[in-house]
């Protein structure tokens, strides 16, 4: 049982580092009301989002985030 413990641990520190730098490499979203009411969002990038860079970082936090409310839970119950 302490063994499986520790490898949680390990793996719920890797998901923290690695939801981290995802993170900080996304870009911000400083258009804001300003970019929706001037189209901005209407561009190739912004239409083809999920193809992106931005869309694949966004699709890793989201299960990044999962794993670590995950782990978050089942570390708790030990």
Do not use: H, P
């Not at 390990?10 to 730098?21: D, E, G, R």
């Not at 239409?47 to 869309?55: A, I, L």
């Amino acid at each position: 049982m302490a063994a499986l413990k520790i490898i949680l641990m390990v793996i719920y520190a890797v998901v923290c580092l690695a939801l981290t730098v995802i993170v900080l490499m996304q870009e911000g979203k400083q258009a804001g009301l300003s970019g929706s009411i001037s189209g901005a969002a209407d561009t190739y990038w912004g239409k083809n989002k999920g193809r992106s860079m931005e869309g694949a970082l966004e699709k890793i936090t989201k299960y990044l985030a999962i794993g670590f409310i995950v782990l978050s839970l089942i570390l708790n119950m030990f």
